[in-house]
């Protein structure tokens, strides 16, 4: 069992930066895959950024390539997401996620997700 908090959110200026942290309990993170997730008010959640149990393979949404960068600390049972040059439409609540297995995008193979934190970004 893994759980997940997240943190790190809050209000932004559109080309301002942010960094979400998402803290995972328990001893085995670094055999967990973990991801990064957005849902904006009305719509579906999507993915947003991956990175494998080493931290070697990392993935991004074709929206975010280029400005957001995911990584991972496995000492401190920790993964980040840094946000640059935010823009409104990255508004959204953000969720870690985690899975026991390879990298993936594919929201239903997550097994354990944190509760969300806000992002806004104004305009």
């Known amino acids: 069992q893994v759980q997940l908090v997240e943190s790190g959110g809050g209000l932004v200026q559109a080309g301002g930066s942010l960094r979400l942290s998402c803290a995972a309990s328990?001893?085995?993170?670094?055999?967990?895959?973990m991801g990064w997730f957005r849902q904006a008010p009305g719509k579906e959640r999507d993915f947003v950024a991956t990175?494998?149990?080493?931290?070697?393979?990392?993935s991004y949404a074709d929206s975010v390539k280029g400005r957001f960068t995911i990584s991972r600390d496995n000492a401190k049972n920790t993964q980040y997401l840094q946000m640059n040059s935010l823009k409104p439409e990255d508004t959204a609540v953000y969720f870690c996620?985690?899975?026991?297995?390879?990298?993936?995008?594919?929201?239903?193979?997550?097994?354990?997700w944190g509760q969300g934190t806000q992002v806004t970004v104004s305009s």
């Open positions: 996620a985690a899975r026991d297995g390879p990298t993936t995008t594919i929201i239903s193979n997550y097994n354990y």
């Open positions: 990175i494998s149990g080493s931290g070697v393979i990392r």
């Open positions: 328990g001893r085995t993170f670094s055999r967990y895959a």
